[in-house]
Each structure stands twice: as C-alpha cells, then as structure tokens.
C-alpha cells in the first residue's frame, strides 16, 4: 500500500501562486510514477501533470508554462508549483501513485482562485 497526503491548498486570488504537495508513504516511491489531476466543479477528474521515476515530466496543455511538477526521491514528496492562477484552475486537485503494486490516490486539497 502506498498512502498519499496532499496539503497546500487554499483561496488565492487571480495571478497568483501557490505550491502544492504530496507525501507518500509506501514502498518504491523513486520508481513510481507521480501524478496530479484535479476535479473541477461539476466536472470528472482530468490529467494535469506527470513525473515518471527518472524525472520525465508530461503536462496538459492549458497548464504548461504555469505549472511545474517536481519530486524528492529523499523525501517521498511530489510537489506542483502553480503560478498565474485563473478562476478556471479553481479544483480540488489529486495526487496519484502508479507503482509496480498498485494505483493510489490521495484524498485531495481543496484550491479556489477568486476573480
């Protein structure tokens, strides 16, 4: 089992910056696949960015060049940088695990972006 435990959260106001984060607990976390997606109101989960064991990373586009996903083998953390955040990135975002034992989320962190 791996458990995951995102923070960082909150209401910014439009163009502004926050930083979320993911603390895994579990085995072979430097060779997972770390993931983040969010849930927009009224919406079903998407995609929004990747980093795989050797620190590929994979971002959708409408968040590419606002975004930025990072990870610390050393500390079992996953890390997304926001910036330049839009009403529109108002979501509760996921972190997800892909490891050789299983696909694991977290319970979510509430992000609102006020216009």
């Known amino acids: 089992q791996m458990q995951l435990v995102e923070s960082g959260g909150r209401l910014v106001q439009t163009g502004g910056s926050l930083r979320l984060s993911c603390a895994a607990s579990?085995?072979?976390?430097?060779?997972?696949?770390m993931r983040w997606f969010r849930q927009r109101p009224g919406k079903q989960r998407e995609f929004v960015a990747l980093i795989a064991s050797d620190g590929t990373t994979e971002l959708v586009g409408e968040v590419q060049g606002r975004f930025t996903i990072s990870r610390d083998n050393a500390k079992n953390t996953v890390g997304l940088q926001m910036s330049r955040l839009k009403p529109d990135d108002t979501a509760v975002y996921f972190c997800?695990?892909?490891?050789?034992?299983?696909?694991?989320w977290g319970q979510g962190t509430q992000v609102t972006v006020s216009s």
């Open positions: 997800n695990a892909l490891t050789t034992y299983g696909s694991f």
């Open positions: 579990g085995r072979a976390f430097s060779a997972s696949t």
